[in-house]
């Protein structure tokens, strides 16, 4: 069984540097999600993907921000020109609705920490 | 703006015993909710799930309960054990017509001792 995975699982970058992240959904599942996740507060919706179509993004996505899913198969999440505010968990998660109720399952999430 | 409030961030309950979480929403467009429960440095793990038309759903030992008319769900955990000790988000969707992303409230954190 293959669940969502995320690589890497930590990122230290420095103020001003480039980061990229990855996420693999769940085999043929058509939907993948990209939530931030702060100290004591809930995932919040950063952008959507409904197979290579990039569908939503929230207005936390600032123009530094940048998702891609090239073949409607893995995502990547890249942030550019870091800020410290950007430190955060990183989460990735993917449903196919066509199995019943939306059900989103979620990776483990890249934990970034901006120096 | 908060959609999806956990008013309590923390609850502690005796191994044994009944645990339960509470949810609140404002936007009664939400047509399907999920429990989340989340270990330190782990992703959120679904838990169970209701859809709008329903006021219950049960899976072994959770329940969720949600009440329309007041805007309100609860998860029911009996009997509780310490590996419940974790996290536990609730989250509503608009549902999978839209986007089906989720809103999530911002957690209580529940301790089971022994």
């Known amino acids: 069984d293959t669940g969502v995975s995320q690589d890497p699982r930590h990122k230290i970058t420095k103020r001003g540097q480039n980061v990229t992240f990855r996420c693999d959904p769940i085999s043929e599942h058509n939907r993948l999600y990209w939530y931030r996740q702060t100290l004591g507060q809930g995932p919040e919706f950063l952008t959507y993907?409904?197979?290579?179509?990039?569908?939503?993004k929230s207005r936390l996505l600032s123009d530094r921000f940048s998702a891609e899913r090239p073949k409607g198969s893995f995502s990547t999440l890249e942030i550019q020109r870091t800020e410290q505010g950007d430190s955060a968990m990183y989460l990735c998660a993917s449903s196919h609705p066509g199995q019943g109720a939306d059900t989103q399952y979620f990776g483990p999430g890249t934990r970034l920490t901006v120096l | 703006d908060q959609q999806v409030k956990q008013n309590s961030p923390s609850l502690s309950v005796q191994e044994g015993r009944i645990s339960i979480l509470n949810c609140d929403y404002t936007?009664?467009?939400?047509?399907?909710f999920l429990w989340y429960k989340k270990y330190p440095a782990e992703g959120p793990t679904f838990l169970i799930s209701?859809?709008?038309?329903?006021d219950k759903n049960e899976d072994g030992r959770f329940t969720v309960f949600l009440n329309k008319s007041a805007k309100h769900l609860s998860l029911h955990i009996v009997p509780s054990q310490p590996g419940d000790s974790a996290v536990y988000f609730c989250?509503?969707?608009?549902?999978?017509?839209?986007?089906?992303?989720?809103?999530f409230g911002q957690g209580t954190t529940l301790q089971v001792k022994p």
């Open positions: 989250a509503a969707s608009l549902g999978s017509s839209n986007t089906g992303k989720l809103i």
């Open positions: 936007n009664s467009m939400f047509d399907y």
């Open positions: 209701i859809s709008s038309i329903k």
């Open positions: 993907f409904q197979n290579e179509a990039q569908l939503e």
